[in-house]
């Protein structure tokens, strides 16, 4: 894998709020022209006046909308990555949380290994790249990928529509990336931690609860950082709350081993 650019992902299409205001300004500006010309008009000035405000107002409502979707797409995307920030993904786990019964959301919280000393010895632009990489392939296994906080990144499953944890958790085993900035290879290893919704369970309690097992998942002995590649790499997968109801909301894990996910090979 050679440098890491977050490809774009598909967004709606958006008026441009710079264009819409421009145009909107233009217009009234050729109108209030025409007015104090004194053009002859084929209608009553009062008519023409009707014409201007029927025609102008609608550009202007639009301006507004399109000034208030690129003010809301700023404050929820982050801007190094690409991916929904902290806000966007409360209020993604807000909406999912309003018809999730207990077990049908969990989430993942991600953490990048030695992105400080990665900062300290190579760069900070390095580290940017790094994070980018983690952003790329994260988003590749789950559309409803956040960065949260620093090297800190969010996976929202939504377990009520076929998404499972497990598939999710074996994809995170470390590989390494070729960084564009510095001119050769990293290990890109994640540590990561997750919880499953409870019987009235509010959205800080989950994401604390998922934050806690991230915090247990980087404690353990023999848990290694950045640039040493674990001979078996450790997956966490849930245990099954009963036997005919896999993954159904129990807060439980069992160890797995997993080797190379397919599709992740060194460059």
Known sequence: ?????????????????????????????????????????????????????????????????????????????????????RRALALKALRLLEGSAPGGLSLIIIDVDGLKALNDGCSHRVGDELLRCAAQHLSGLSADTFRVDGDEFAVLVDRASGDSVASVVRSLAPYDVELLTCGHKHTLQLSYGFATLREAESYEQLFGRAETRLRQFKSRPGNSRLGSRPASPMVEAEAPAAPESPEAGSDRVVSIFSRRPKGLTRS
């Not at 710079?18 to 145009?23: E, K, L, R």
């Not at 209030?32 to 409502?61: H, K």
Request: proline content about 7%; hydrophobic content about 50%; some cysteine.
């Open 1 to 85: 894998m050679s440098g890491c650019a977050l490809a774009a992902r598909p967004q709606p299409p958006e008026l441009k709020p710079a264009t819409m205001v421009a145009g909107g300004l233009l217009y009234w500006a050729l109108l209030q022209t025409a007015i104090m010309s004194g053009a002859t008009l084929p209608f009553t000035d009062a008519a023409f006046e009707q014409l201007v405000v029927a025609m102008g107002l609608p550009l202007l409502a639009l301006a507004a909308v399109a000034l208030k979707q690129e003010g809301r797409r700023r404050q929820e995307i982050d801007a190094l990555t690409g991916l929904g920030n």
